[in-house]
């Protein structure tokens, strides 16, 4: 069974099997959405009823429109879910800033369960992921510090953090910089990646122990910048970085189904991806995504998944953006190509690939 059999099916309530990290999951993806349109508080069962949400329209930030109509609507006829309210819904987005901001605040079975949306197909998305790469601040952090002290201060409720891929990342970074978080009764991070600042939760082991990070198998999101010694791994039915999607992950006795070892390819991928980055300086991480992302602009790139669909049909105009840099910038990006090719080589072996900085090849 995945995701969507377990809440299609499920009919117990909340007295008979207590909110679990499956729930906790369903949320995260709830967040995928559009609900600027409602008026809150609103019943969670009442969006079965509403014509916006039974179109793609309401769902273009998510991977995949067509399964969240239909895995949202499913939620909202799941008599488990009968008395959950959405209490609080705030999203922004600036592509100037590259800021991609979206949370919202459930009050369910006795909890507030505040979740914050990963990174959708937009160049604002995926921009600021790359800053993640080279700064220990982005604007979505503060947002969404912002965003919990709102909802910490006018409800009483426990609280529960949550998120899928950026999302279980952001929920992490509330949990550890967060100035009070004794009602916070766990973060739960669903394949979320780590981050630049290496050690968040230094100094702060009680806060560490309400941390639950999962990740499938084949983790490829999931393990970038992380420690598995931290990771709850999954089996999955996906491959490779499909499997980034949580209707892949394989569900039985109401919990996932749980494996010791990721697999050789997560672990390869793992090596060679972040001995790359931690291979460059920030600087030089900075300059590469202000590269990369000036030509994608200047392509007109605003959806991923519809560049990725076509990606065949881009290759023409990605090497004529790459002609067109002033010398420099052309071969700075050769560098950091290289760079990654070294890294790849070296992840065949158990070695922590040198330190290769641009300066160190010019001497």
Same mark, same amino acid.
């Given at each position: ?24 999951? @369903? ?46 609507? /499913? ?27 979206? @949370? ?17 197909? /937009? ?11 080279? /700064? ?5 952090? /503060? ?45 739960y991070s669903f394949e979320g990646p780590g981050f630049h600042e290496k050690d968040i939760f230094a100094g702060k082991k009680a806060r560490l122990a309400k941390h639950h990070k999962y990740v499938p198998q084949c983790s490829i999101v999931g393990i970038v910048f992380e420690d598995e010694a931290k990771m709850n791994i999954i089996r999955s039915t996906g491959f490779g970085v499909l499997q980034h999607n949580p209707f892949s992950w394989v569900i039985k006795d109401d919990d996932f189904v749980y494996l010791k070892k990721r697999t050789l390819t997560s672990k390869y991928v793992d090596r060679a ?91």
């Open positions: 069974m995945e995701l969507m059999g377990y809440i299609q099916k499920q009919k117990r309530g909340f007295d008979e099997l207590p909110l679990g990290v499956l729930d906790i999951l @369903a949320f995260a993806w709830f967040t995928y959405g559009d609900y600027a349109p409602l008026t809150l508080p609103f019943p969670l069962p009442q969006i079965a009823y509403l014509p916006y949400y039974k179109k793609e329209d309401a769902f273009e930030e998510s991977f995949m429109p067509d399964k969240s109509v239909i895995f949202v609507r /499913s939620m909202a006829r799941c008599p488990r879910y009968k008395d959950v309210e959405l209490l609080e819904y705030e999203a922004a987005k600036d592509r100037e800033k590259a800021v991609q901001f979206s @949370a919202m605040a459930f009050r369910i079975d006795g909890r507030i369960l505040i979740a914050y949306e990963g990174t959708d197909p /937009s160049y604002e998305g995926w921009k600021e992921d790359f800053m993640m790469s080279y /700064s220990d601040e982005i604007a979505s952090y /503060s947002l969404a510090l912002k965003f919990f002290n709102h909802v910490h201060a006018k409800y009483r409720e426990p609280i529960i953090l949550a998120g899928h891929s950026k999302g279980g990342n952001i929920a992490t970074y509330v949990l550890a910089k967060a100035k009070s978080v004794e009602r916070i009764e766990g973060a991806f972040n001995g790359w980055v931690n291979g460059l300086s920030d600087e030089e991480k900075k300059r590469f995504s202000d590269i990369l992302f000036r030509a994608l602009g200047k392509m007109d790139v605003t959806n991923f998944t519809r560049f990725f669909k076509s990606f065949l049909g881009q290759i023409g105009p990605l090497f004529h953006q790459y002609r067109i840099l002033d010398e420099s910038d052309k071969k700075f990006f050769q560098f950091v190509l290289k760079c990654l090719g070294k890294s790849a080589v070296k992840a065949f072996t158990k070695e922590e690939p040198p330190r290769i900085g641009i300066e160190e090849k010019k001497a």
